[in-house]
């Protein structure tokens, strides 16, 4: 017997010595006729090529069939990588979007290098160091904008309403931007939480913040954590997050590879900061990475109510590799897995985006208390609420500067406003002249299909151009009166961008607030504690 299995022994390693030997055959094997490939292109191929653009089209390409998040990184690139990576990506607090010709300032972060330069939002920047910005796209600004703490930067600025170009001399510094913008009570008992990305210091600041609303006067009976648009961040910080709400030595997260020893596993580390109060966590389909731990890991806990849209489905770990001569490639090693043992990743991308796929194709796991979750493709709500993306006219207002365009202009009118909460936008007659002004026109949903649909008719020789130009004419009727109609939704749109140009980030959070259906639907959950245990027990209908 000891002989037979001795020999299968044997056998079964020959076998995988010889299929390891067979893959690194294929390997070599490959590598060798795309470096001839690489070679005979640049010899003899007939128009003069660029190698490094060529290498760097191939490698983008063998990429692609990977995820999205597995890049190659040149040596041109590498300095941006290395200030996003060491988390000094925005040395002067200023952020900003194409707009024409130039590169307007969209956003500035309070007591900035920017803000205290006197950049405004709505400045265009005209020059960089003397170098002129025209026709730069926003990424290549950003990148001028970005650098390491103490370095200099000198900018031109073209401010609307003044004909005088501005000279402003920026020294960068490291930008620890506010993780929580706002914390506060929204109603008699419930707290609110607002965490936009998981930078440093964010679980201590969470924590920080609910000690903060529970020393109040007033009991706290429940949390709303928003993790809303939140795209993530540091792991270790999604950990601590869990941490304030689940007790010491809990099982939250943990990474699993292809290579066993780089495989981690992660517990919470302190006691909470409350392990018993109600929680809510509020997420959207643009909630990814930290945040899905987060949400995911109190839900497999059976610690928190989810309420909101699908999360964005990214569940994996990225490293990066030197490849020589200053580049490198960042690729995902692992896939993070949450306490039921799902994982959030989703499974299928198109444009490299997450693609919904059913239920019915989703592995089942089960929370602590026994309630099914599936993986795959984000974290699902356990209450889902209506989404409330822009859509039609106001997404084309929003997308063609429209509403920015007017805000900068009604900022020139207005040094100040009243406070976030009272501050009420009622120009909606100057509104409408302005959009009047800019000519602005959009196609509609409807308007697109029925080109789509001439197009067929005419390719199957049907006579329909008639009934087409008939339902053409009808809609232009409509939607010369569907300005008026999505008056509460612009203005809205407006009142936000009017608000943070005077507070900031933080500004735009509070106001947000005002008549937010999420945050709504929250509170009356909390209020409802029947409903929310119910929730947590799987036995809600």
């Known amino acids: 017997m000891q002989k037979l299995f001795a ?219 928003d993790l809303r648009d939140n795209g993530g961040g540091l792991l270790n910080e999604a950990v601590n997050l869990v941490n304030v709400f689940v007790p010491k030595g809990e099982f939250v997260t943990s990474t699993k590879g292809k290579v066993p020893e780089w495989d981690r596993s992660f517990r919470t580390l302190n006691n909470p900061i409350d392990a018993d109060i109600p929680v809510v966590v509020l997420i959207d389909h643009m909630s990814a990475s930290a945040s899905e731990i987060v949400s995911g890991a109190l839900q497999d806990l059976d610690r928190a109510v989810l309420m909101g849209q699908r999360s964005y489905g990214k569940g994996l770990v990225q490293n990066t590799k030197d490849l020589g001569y200053n580049a490198k490639i960042k690729l995902t090693t692992a896939k993070y897995y949450i306490p039921s043992g799902r994982c959030i990743q989703a499974v299928r991308y198109k444009g490299g985006k997450p693609v919904d796929i059913p239920d019915s194709e989703r592995a089942a796991f089960k929370t602590r208390g026994g309630r099914p979750v599936l993986d795959g493709g984000g974290v699902a709500p356990d209450v889902l609420l209506p989404t409330d993306t822009a859509t039609g006219i106001v997404k084309a207002l929003i997308d063609q500067n429209v509403v920015f365009d007017y805000v900068t202009q009604y900022t020139l009118k207005h040094p100040s406003i009243d406070s976030i909460e009272t501050f009420v936008f009622d120009d909606w007659s100057g509104f409408s002249q302005f959009v009047a002004s800019k000519n602005f026109e959009y196609e509609s949903a409807s308007e697109k299909k029925i080109k789509e649909l001439r197009l067929l008719a005419e390719s199957e020789q049907y006579t329909v151009s008639t009934d087409l130009a008939a339902l053409e004419s009808k809609i232009k009727t409509e939607k010369k009166s569907e300005l008026d109609r999505n008056k509460t939704r612009i203005s809205r749109e407006i009142e936000q961008e009017i608000v943070g140009r005077y507070y900031f980030q933080k500004g735009k959070v509070r106001k947000s607030l005002k008549n937010d259906p999420d945050v709504e639907a929250a509170v009356q959950l909390l209020n409802n504690q029947e409903r929310y245990k119910a929730i947590l027990a799987g036995k809600a209908d």
């Open 7 to 225: 020999l299968l022994l044997s056998v079964s390693l020959a076998v995988s010595a010889s299929a390891q030997s067979s893959k690194y055959f294929d390997i070599a094997k490959n590598l060798e006729i795309f470096a001839n490939a690489y070679r005979e292109i640049n010899h003899s191929y007939v128009d003069e090529l660029d190698p490094g653009k060529l290498m760097r089209t191939g490698l983008d390409a063998m990429l692609e069939g990977l995820d999205p998040y597995t890049n190659y990184i040149s040596e041109t690139d590498i300095e941006g990588y290395r200030y996003l990576t060491e988390g000094k990506f925005n040395g002067t607090g200023a952020n900003g979007r194409k707009m024409g010709e130039y590169v307007v300032i969209t956003e500035i972060l309070e007591n900035s290098p920017a803000h205290k330069a006197g950049i405004k939002v709505g400045d265009a920047v005209t020059a960089i160091d003397g170098q002129s910005a025209r026709g730069r796209n926003e990424s290549d600004v950003i990148e001028f904008l970005r650098g390491f703490p103490g370095t200099e930067v000198q900018l031109q600025l073209k401010r609307p309403g003044e004909t005088k170009e501005i000279k402003v001399s920026l020294k960068r510094e490291e930008m620890n931007s506010n993780n929580v913008p706002h914390s506060g009570i929204v109603a008699p008992g419930i707290a609110y939480i607002n965490l936009n990305v998981f930078s440093r210091d964010a679980g201590e600041n969470v924590a920080n913040a609910l000690n903060k609303l529970k020393s109040g006067k007033d009991p706290i009976r429940g949390v709303i954590l």
